[in-house]
């Protein structure tokens, strides 16, 4: 079973420039999350979908990005205008349906091999 | 609120020595912990995690780690260390069913010859 991908695996760009990245999850998988993780720093939360919904987005740092998930497959995450401080690491992950409440409902989550962004 | 503080953003051991990569975490509910290993050029894979049950838990590799409640600890360890496990390590922790995970900074683990 394939894992979960992520396109592109780099990308350069010019502060101002748009790009977007592409996050595959594993089939099947209703969750799907984005993380970041900027040079040298921890690894932080930007949103989760639940099949096409966000269910959480308090990690969005600002409406510069903007995240879809049309049809509850892929997702992806878009940066306009990107600026410098966009650089790192972006990790996507997903895992099976599951209920918000309860110790039992403890879904494990898949991470891709992340997309690094650099804005020159 | 969560969160996780990795001590050691570097940490170089010999080969055959003992592993020891820190973790200390805060959280207002009984965690999930999880420890997560990324090799170059690869994803975050999970090498453990602690739900409930016992509180030393084994993974893969030879790895595994102990959740301390009184001294909110989730210490990873490995008795002796190979080459192949060169990589960086991030600590996690995680609330109930789907909730998004909260990662310490990460340690970068180097192993001598």
């Known amino acids: 079973e394939a894992g979960v991908t992520q396109f592109p695996s780099h990308s350069v760009i010019e502060k101002g420039q748009t790009v977007t990245l592409r996050c595959d999850p594993i089939?099947?998988?209703?969750?799907l999350y984005w993380y970041r993780r900027v040079m040298g720093k921890e690894i932080k939360f930007l949103l989760h979908?639940?099949?096409?919904?966000?269910?959480?987005e308090s990690g969005m740092p600002n409406n510069r990005f903007l995240a879809e998930r049309t049809g509850g497959t892929y997702s992806t995450l878009k940066v306009q205008p990107a600026e410098l401080e966009d650089s790192g690491v972006y990790f996507c992950?997903?895992?099976?349906?599951?209920?918000?409440?309860?110790?039992?409902?403890?879904?494990?989550?898949?991470f891709g091999p992340g997309t690094r962004l650099t804005v020159l | 609120a969560q969160s996780v503080t990795q001590l050691g953003s570097h940490v170089s051991v010999s080969e055959g020595a003992l592993v020891l990569l820190r973790c200390n975490y805060s959280?207002?509910?009984?965690?999930?912990l999880f420890w997560y290993v990324q090799y170059p050029n690869q994803g975050l894979q999970l090498l453990l995690k602690?739900?409930?049950?016992?509180?030393l838990v084994k993974g893969i590799n030879g790895f595994e780690a102990e959740f301390k409640k009184s001294e909110t600890s989730f210490h990873l360890t490995k008795p002796s260390a190979h080459m192949s496990d060169a990589a960086e390590y991030f600590c996690?922790?995680?609330?109930?069913?789907?909730?998004?995970?909260?990662f310490g900074s990460g340690t970068r683990l180097q192993v001598q010859p």
């Open positions: 959280s207002s509910v009984p965690p999930y």
């Open positions: 996690a922790v995680g609330g109930t069913g789907r909730r998004a995970l909260t």
């Open positions: 602690y739900t409930t049950g016992a509180t």
């Open positions: 089939s099947g998988h209703d969750n």
């Open positions: 979908f639940v099949k096409e919904s966000k269910q959480d």
């Open positions: 992950a997903s895992s099976q349906g599951g209920g918000l409440a309860g110790r039992s409902s403890y879904n494990e989550q898949f």
